[in-house]
């Protein structure tokens, strides 16, 4: 890593459990959401009620962590209110940034609340020095968290040329759509990941044998099949498997996770300020591993130790990884 600054290691919490697990694992920050559809991991289960955001913010700063608050889906007509009351909230409870990516929310969160830090939500797609220079000049952006379809060297470039912080993936379950306007989730279970905030959810997975395999389906599409013998992969439709022209297989992207931690240098060396986790749809005891894991690794590389760079292969989505975009041709 080059300078003095480190690296931030922005962590995912789906509740106050994994948050205090992340804590106590090494994160830096701490991203969440509250329990509706202003976040785009609102499935059962996951999330934060307004009394528990505020002691989980108020336990994060004892402990000299950041706390962010996504609010990263777009108000549905008439119903904006929802998502205001989202950023007063945070503002009242004290979070350190909100994450948006509705232009209207980031208009509504700088004249209401200037002092509240506001970062770009990956939502948003800003994938140019043109788009990130536009959301911080109109809005005040301060950090913005770059789409998983950038390599290093169009990361570099693009800080070459702004005046505002860029985070970047490094971990976890890989979208490669226009994130922010996809509508594959959409069509094959009307739930929107862009509005509602669940991007193929659970409530419509289904499992089955079919002629000796095994099928994986999303509503009523199947979106894989296998040998018994392999693993299942969760029915998500970027990673299905389709019929394009004369190829068959996974069009857009395999089943499997974004492993970037062997590219931590040079994302430092191309002005990254942060690097993401993936994965607040995830249980306590696998936000605990990751961030252990790889806060080690960014310390190991910050003190030019060698570094385990297979150390996360046994969280990974299928039991594989991908750098994603980062080095890849695609297809």
Same mark, same amino acid.
């Given at each position: 890593?080059?300078?003095?600054?480190?690296?931030?290691?922005?962590?995912?919490?789906?509740?106050?459990?994994?948050?205090?697990?992340?804590?106590?694992?090494?994160?830096?920050?701490?991203?969440?959401?509250?329990?509706?559809?202003?976040?785009?991991?609102?499935?059962?289960?996951?999330?934060?009620?307004?009394?528990?955001?505020?002691?989980?913010?108020?336990?994060?700063?004892?402990?000299?962590?950041?706390?962010?608050?996504?609010?990263?889906?777009?108000?549905?007509? +008439?119903?904006?209110?929802?998502?205001?009351?989202?950023?007063?909230?945070?503002?009242? =409870?004290?979070?350190?940034?909100?994450?948006?990516?509705?232009?209207?929310?980031?208009?509504?969160?700088?004249?209401?609340?200037?002092?509240?830090?506001?970062?770009?939500?990956?939502?948003?797609?800003?994938?140019?020095?043109?788009?990130?220079?536009?959301?911080?000049?109109?809005?005040?952006?301060?950090?913005?968290?770059?789409?998983?379809?950038?390599?290093?060297?169009?990361?570099?470039?693009?800080?070459?040329?702004?005046?505002?912080?860029?985070?970047?993936?490094?971990?976890?379950?890989?979208?490669?759509?226009?994130? +922010?306007?996809?509508?594959?989730?959409?069509?094959?279970?009307?739930?929107?990941?862009?509005?509602?905030?669940?991007?193929?959810?659970?409530?419509?997975?289904?499992?089955?044998?079919?002629?000796?395999?095994?099928?994986?389906?999303?509503?009523? =599409?199947?979106?894989?099949?296998?040998?018994?013998?392999?693993?299942?992969?969760?029915?998500?439709?970027?990673? +299905?498997?389709?019929?394009?022209?004369?190829?068959?297989?996974?069009?857009?992207?395999?089943?499997?996770?974004?492993?970037?931690?062997?590219?931590?240098?040079?994302?430092?060396?191309?002005?990254?300020?942060?690097?993401?986790?993936?994965?607040?749809?995830?249980?306590?005891?696998?936000?605990?591993?990751?961030?252990?894991?790889?806060?080690?690794?960014?310390?190991?590389?910050?003190?030019?130790?060698?570094?385990?760079?297979?150390?996360?292969?046994?969280?990974?989505?299928?039991?594989?990884?991908?750098?994603?975009?980062?080095?890849?041709?695609?297809?």
């Amino acid at each position: 890593m080059t300078g003095s600054s480190r690296l931030e290691l922005v962590c995912p919490a789906g509740t106050p459990a994994a948050l205090r697990t992340a804590i106590i694992a090494g994160a830096d920050v701490i991203y969440c959401g509250y329990r509706d559809e202003t976040n785009a991991r609102n499935f059962p289960g996951l999330n934060f009620s307004r009394p528990e955001m505020e002691e989980a913010i108020a336990h994060a700063h004892d402990r000299e962590t950041k706390v962010y608050i996504a609010i990263n889906t777009f108000p549905r007509a +008439g119903r904006e209110q929802i998502w205001r009351r989202a950023i007063d909230d945070s503002a009242a =409870f004290g979070a350190d940034a909100i994450i948006l990516a509705d232009l209207g929310l980031l208009a509504y969160a700088a004249d209401r609340h200037p002092d509240l830090r506001r970062h770009l939500s990956v939502q948003a797609a800003a994938a140019n020095a043109d788009a990130i220079g536009f959301y911080a000049r109109t809005f005040g952006v301060r950090r913005v968290v770059l789409p998983r379809i950038l390599t290093v060297q169009e990361i570099a470039a693009i800080n070459q040329e702004i005046d505002c912080e860029t985070e970047a993936f490094i971990f976890g379950s890989l979208c490669v759509m226009a994130e +922010g306007r996809c509508s594959l989730s959409s069509y094959v279970t009307g739930a929107s990941p862009n509005l509602g905030g669940v991007c193929s959810p659970g409530s419509h997975a289904t499992y089955r044998e079919v002629d000796g395999e095994l099928a994986s389906n999303l509503g009523a =599409f199947t979106i894989h099949r296998v040998a018994r013998t392999e693993p299942v992969p969760y029915p998500t439709v970027c990673k +299905g498997g389709f019929a394009a022209g004369d190829f068959q297989g996974h069009v857009f992207e395999e089943p499997t996770s974004l492993d970037a931690s062997t590219l931590i240098p040079q994302l430092a060396n191309a002005g990254v300020t942060a690097l993401k986790i993936e994965g607040r749809q995830r249980s306590r005891a696998y936000v605990g591993a990751a961030v252990r894991t790889l806060r080690r690794i960014i310390d190991d590389i910050a003190a030019g130790l060698p570094f385990n760079g297979s150390a996360l292969n046994h969280l990974s989505e299928g039991q594989s990884t991908t750098q994603g975009a980062y080095r890849k041709t695609w297809r």
